[in-house]
């Protein structure tokens, strides 16, 4: 029987304490009181993120998110961010491609490439170590591609956590001071590689993305928790 090779999504990274400090701070924090941001955005992965959590033989998160991708890496596979200013709308697309991916055609550094071009241009609020743990390190990659792993996404659902909609009914102008939304999406991950191995898993995500007005929306950081 083959294996089953495990998803992009398992492999997390912690916020350091200056990164953690400094996107909160700066941005949700601005928008919302300190006990709401450290249940969006602080902590662990909690159960309901387990199915997907690394086995302990997996490689280490902090090599996962080190490797950043060579400046010709190219994108390989992974889609172009969209020309979109629905932050609802933005975090679909996000997650539809942080759920995929394609051994066959992409390199590691492809990959991280291709997702670096979502990330917001503004550095004070960009979290790039939470979205590059979400790329398997290169052993592991490698162990992939000898697969020919791949896998689609199908998004269903996307809405704004009810305590973020709660403080900013609170605090409407709040928002102007980073336009930062925390949106949390719901779908689905299907997962193949060769001799017909398949599987597909229920996923969920919260995250944080950025919508200036009159500007395209652009990824700020992944949640290390799902917030309701």
């Not at 190219?74 to 932050?87: M, N």
């Not at 305590?163 to 900013?168: G, M, P, S």
């Not at 009914?169 to 997962?191: F, H, L, M, N």
Request: glycine content about 6%; aromatic content about 8%.
């Amino acid at each position: 029987m083959t294996k089953r090779f495990p998803s992009l999504s398992g492999y997390r990274l912690g916020w350091s304490t200056r990164r953690r400090i400094t996107v909160l701070a700066t941005g949700l924090a601005v928008l919302l009181a300190l006990a709401v941001v450290v249940a969006l955005f602080t902590g662990r992965t909690t159960a309901g993120d387990s199915q997907s959590a690394a086995p302990s033989s997996g490689p280490s998160s902090s090599t996962s998110a080190s490797a950043g991708p060579t400046a010709s890496a190219g994108a390989g596979s992974v889609a172009k961010p969209p020309q979109l200013a629905d932050p609802v709308a933005f975090a679909k697309a996000s997650t539809a491609t942080l759920w995929s991916y394609d051994t066959r055609t992409t390199s590691r550094d492809q990959q991280l490439a291709g997702m670096q071009a979502w990330l917001t241009a503004e550095t004070k609020y960009a979290d790039w170590s939470s979205i590059a743990a979400q790329v398997p390190d290169p052993v592991l990659w490698s162990r992939m591609a000898d697969q020919d792993q791949y896998a689609t996404a199908t998004v269903a659902e996307a809405h704004y956590p009810s305590a973020f909609k709660q403080a900013l009914a609170d605090d409407p102008s709040a928002i102007t001071e980073a336009y930062i939304y925390a949106v949390t999406v719901t779908g689905k991950q299907q997962i193949a590689w060769k001799k017909g191995g398949a599987g597909a898993e229920d996923r969920s995500l919260t995250l944080a993305v950025q919508c200036r007005p009159n500007a395209n929306c652009s990824l700020v950081s992944i949640a290390p928790r799902v917030v309701p």
